[in-house]
Structure formats: C-alpha cells, structure tokens
Antibody
Framework: EVQLLESGGGLVQPGGSLRLSCAASGFTFITSGMSWVRQAPGKGLEWVSSITGTALGTYYADSVKGRFTISRDNSKNTLYLQMNSLRAEDTAVYYC???????????????WGQGTLVTVSS | EIVLTQSPGTLSLSPGERATLSCRASQSVSSTYLAWYQQKPGQPPRLLFYGTSRRATGIPDRFSGSGSGTDFTLTISRLEPEDFAVYYC?????????FGQGTKLEIK
C-alpha cells in the first residue's frame, strides 16, 4: 500500500522559511516522479513543484520559482520542499504527491498524502 | 501553460440522476496525461481516473471518464449520496501541470 506522510508544516512569519518533508513507502521511490501540490483555504488545487526520480529534473510554478526548492533523498525514501521568503499567499495545505508517470514513462496511479498546513502570518 | 476550464461550476442534482462534468483544455492534451479527482471537505483529493479513462483502484463502475484532444468528460451514471463533492480535472503532461478550477456537485 502506498503511503505518503507529510510533516514540517506550521505557523511562520512573512519572510520566514520552512522545510516540508514527505516520507514515502509502498512503492519504488527511486523511479517515481514526485510533486508538491497546495490548496489555499477554500480554494482549488495548485501545482507547486515536481522532481524526477533521479532528481535530474526539477520544475516549479512561476509563483514559487526562486523561493522554493524541491529535493529528494532516495536512500531515505523522502521528498522535501524548502520554502524561503514566505508570503501570506503561500498559506495553504501542502500535499505530497506520487506522480502518475515513472521515469521510464510507465503510467501508474498517482497517490496523495493527507497534507500539512502552512500558515504565513505575523 | 495549458488552462483547464471545467463546467458547470456548480451542478445541482438528486441521487439517482446522471451527472456529466466537462473539462476543456486551452490546447490539446494527450489522453495519457489527463486525470480526474474527487475531493470532500477536509480530505485530500481521491484519484478517480488517470490516462483519461483508466479507473483507479476501488472506484465504482458508475463512474466513467472519456474524451480526447481538448474535451474531456467525467460521467456518473447514477448518483449515490457519497458522490456529492468537488471534482477536478488535471493535466500532467506539460509543465506547468495544471488543474481545472473544480465543479461542485451538490444535492438538489
């Protein structure tokens, strides 16, 4: 069974930093692309960032480019999101997502964690 | 960026009725890269379909996904009380990955 467990959310002041983690199990992590998707309170889903299984490819939404960094440790089956220069508009539930496509182009079911809440406020 | 536009924004129907939800893309999306999600309050999105019409594990067969190019459809043949939720379409073929704004399916 695929499991994704996010941690690291919390309250942070504008301009501050936070690092989210996602512990993954139940699938071959090293070949799976991974993403972060967020949802502001009462709003829809917004893709934030993705990383390939080998970590050779990283992708960002324009809204976070230059402020957020996605990374992964395949030896620990863990995905990260380093968030710097946080703004009020970054307030959201952040979901860790196993992508539908593997690095080999195989289509699989995606999977989502339960999410972790990040609140940016003074 | 591929913009996904879902319609209607809100759909009011009764249990037992048929629901048809639309997702239109601003440019062609390969059917391999289109998914549908269901989300209930306080829960993460639940995968319904990937690759347009591949039903995810545990999804009842009253749900069906179809479409190609720029027009995709999620159909629920006979609504059950647990089907009332928000539904999102999602393309993951091109960066930035994008989601539709959602269709809220509410009880009439």
């Amino acid at each position: 069974e695929v499991q994704l467990l996010e941690s690291g959310g919390g309250l942070v002041q504008p301009g501050g930093s936070l690092r989210l983690s996602c512990a993954a199990s139940g699938f071959t992590f090293i070949t799976s692309g991974m993403s972060w998707v967020r949802q502001a309170p009462g709003k829809g889903l917004e893709w934030v960032s993705s990383i390939t299984g080998t970590a050779l490819g990283t992708y960002y939404a324009d809204s976070v480019k230059g402020r957020f960094t996605i990374s992964r440790d395949n030896s620990k089956n863990t995905l990260y999101l380093q968030m710097n220069s946080l703004r009020a508009e970054d307030t959201a539930v952040y979901y860790c997502v196993k992508d539908a496509l593997t690095d080999y182009g195989v289509l699989t079911e995606s999977a989502w964690g339960q999410g972790t809440l990040v609140t940016v406020s003074s | 960026e591929i913009v996904l536009t879902q319609s209607p924004g809100t759909l009011s129907l009764s249990p037992g009725e048929r629901a048809t939800l639309s997702c239109r893309a601003s440019q062609s999306v390969s059917s391999t890269y289109l998914a549908w999600y269901q989300q209930k309050p306080g829960q993460p999105p639940r995968l319904l379909f990937y690759g347009t019409s591949r039903r995810a594990t545990g999804i009842p067969d009253r749900f069906s996904g179809s479409g190609s190019g720029t027009d995709f459809t999620l159909t629920i043949s006979r609504l059950e009380p647990e089907d009332f939720a928000v539904y999102y379409c999602h393309q993951y073929g091109l960066s930035p990955k994008t989601f539709g704004q959602g269709t809220k399916l509410e009880i009439k």
